[in-house]
């Protein structure tokens, strides 16, 4: 008799996908890894009040079960997002895509893969590489140990959470790292204008990242320090500045997004 396939995992209350209908101009922002859309929605209601049509999908294996995460790769959520941007293009007329951490990487291979599709990017913390030796071994170590310590929750404003998970899952990371390769490999492809919001104090990405995109990118790019935040950002003290800056950033280069608007 054949095994029964397994029950996916019920989300967790506040991971679910936050989506708004506004006017011409799109937002697609992704979470990070081990995260939820509880740590972009803030954001995108920041942008759907200022009429913008925006998305803030939850990645396959995310928002439940460190365990059922294991189950996926980056494949998995790239095909997520790279459904909500074809859906958001049949509604809008330009589109952004945003992210944090592993969010952003995501967010600029979606740039680099679809640049007819994409009309600027803004990404926050995003990670492409890390200097941290034990990576190292986790392409060997996700055979003996399905997880390790968790490397969410790296936020300074008091009593804030992110929702994330209380374990790394190994092989999830593991492909994480994959695509990390094939991100780096495929920066010069992008040609639409980059916002890159880097926290001067983050203890889950290294800077080993904004180096590589300086050098990697090609395309038109500000980039902007957090001065009061940890790696979740967009939940910690400088979210304000995000929210101000992506708008102005979108406005500038898209316009409003409101029916009747530049």
């Known amino acids: 008799m054949s095994e029964s396939p397994r029950k996916a995992a019920s989300v967790v ?73 074809t ?22 291979r979606l740039a680099e893969q679809r640049p007819q599709d994409v009309d600027a990017v803004i990404v926050v913390n995003p990670a492409v590489a890390s200097r941290d030796k034990r990576l190292l071994a986790v392409p060997v170590l996700k055979w003996v140990l399905p997880s390790m310590a968790a490397i969410g929750g790296d936020i300074k404003k008091p009593g804030v959470t992110e929702s994330a998970y209380d374990r790394t899952p190994l092989k999830a990371l593991h492909s994480m790292m994959q695509m990390w390769t094939d991100v780096r490999d495929g920066l010069g492809r992008i040609t639409a204008p980059v916002l890159f919001f880097r926290s001067v104090d983050d203890h889950v990405v290294d800077d080993a990242t904004i180096g590589l995109v300086r050098a990697g990118l090609t395309a038109p790019a500000e980039y902007v320090s957090l001065e009061d935040s940890f790696h979740v950002a967009t939940l910690d003290h400088d979210a304000p500045l995000i929210f101000e800056r992506s708008a102005a950033f979108i406005a500038e280069r898209l316009g409003s997004g409101r029916p009747g608007g530049s």
């Open 13 to 85: 209350p506040g991971a679910e996908p936050f989506s708004a209908d506004g006017g011409r101009v799109g937002v697609l922002l992704s979470h990070g890894f081990t995260g939820s859309p509880a740590s972009m929605t803030p954001w995108g209601q920041d942008l759907a009040e200022r009429g913008y049509t925006v998305r803030v999908p939850r990645l396959p294996g995310h928002g439940t079960t460190w365990q059922e995460m294991n189950t996926t790769r980056w494949t998995d959520w790239y095909a997520e997002l790279d459904a909500a941007l």
């Open 87 to 108: 859906e958001l293009r049949e509604h809008c007329d330009t589109v952004v895509v945003g992210g944090l951490s592993m969010g952003g990487c995501l967010a600029l």
